[in-house]
């Protein structure tokens, strides 16, 4: 059996997904608990599905809790942690998943657009590792979720992936930073995924040309990122840090 997975792997351990509500986030989440840790699954507006996925975990006989948190707010992200530790007493893996993606061609980017996707999925990465640090010790995970986008030339994703090419120059930054106290800093890049968040706003055509990209002639699922993400967290990777692992079925 693969240490990673097995059902204590993170026995007492807690981890925080943010955007665990659905998608890719919410398979995490349900990994995570699988595998014996406390989880803790964090939504904006989703409050119904996340209740729904903490249920699906307890079904399961896993440990989890919904807390409301927008990441574009610093206030929010530090009460966020404030209520894990009220909740669980540790935290021990940050997995920074919350983000947004609409993609316009240039002239039609607002100022809006720009900014709402700046202050979310790059500002509210970063201080969402600033908050966690002050609360993780020796052996804590930080992962980040980028994108296989940024190593592309795909009309419209130049914001999306601009804030995505901050988030891996924060992982790679703070690699060194946080290496003395004993935490490792990731990102897992996806390619494109069959998820709620990839498909809104795209045509069959538009799908199936981005599909045609990788070596599998598929999208990717959300099961296929969630074995990198446990992989990072755990303590089989701990000389790995200021990495990004590009989970992406060889797109290009």
Not at 115 to 123: E, G, I
Request: net charge negative.
């Amino acid at each position: 059996m693969n240490p990673i997975f097995h059902s204590g792997a993170f026995a007492g351990k807690t981890v925080v997904v943010t955007g665990s509500s659905r998608g890719i986030g919410k398979k995490m989440a349900q990994a995570f608990a699988a595998s014996g840790a406390n989880v803790v699954v964090n939504y904006s507006g989703s409050q119904q599905q996340a209740e729904e996925t903490v249920q699906q975990i307890q079904d399961q006989g896993g440990q989890a809790v919904a807390i409301r948190a927008d990441l574009s707010s610093i206030a929010d992200i530090r009460a966020l942690f404030d209520q894990t530790l009220e909740q669980f007493g540790r935290l021990d893996i940050l997995v920074n998943n919350a983000g947004i993606m609409n993609t316009l061609p240039l002239a039609q980017v607002t100022e809006e657009d720009f900014d709402r996707h700046f202050t979310l999925n790059a500002k509210g990465t970063f201080f969402a590792c600033q908050a966690a640090v002050e609360h993780l010790g020796e052996g804590g995970r930080i992962i980040n979720i980028s994108t296989s986008v940024i190593g592309g030339m795909l009309p419209g994703y130049s914001v999306y992936a601009g804030t995505k090419g901050a988030v891996e120059q924060f992982t790679r930054q703070l690699a060194k930073e946080l290496g003395p106290k004993g935490i490792t800093i990731n990102a897992v890049a996806p390619g494109p995924v069959n998820t709620e968040l990839f498909l809104e706003g795209k045509s069959e055509q538009q799908i199936a040309g981005i599909t045609g990209m990788n070596a599998f002639g598929r999208l990717g699922e959300t099961e296929d990122i969630t074995g990198a993400v446990l992989f990072l967290a755990s303590e089989e990777a701990r000389w790995i840090t200021g990495q990004t692992l590009r989970v992406n079925g060889g797109f290009n």
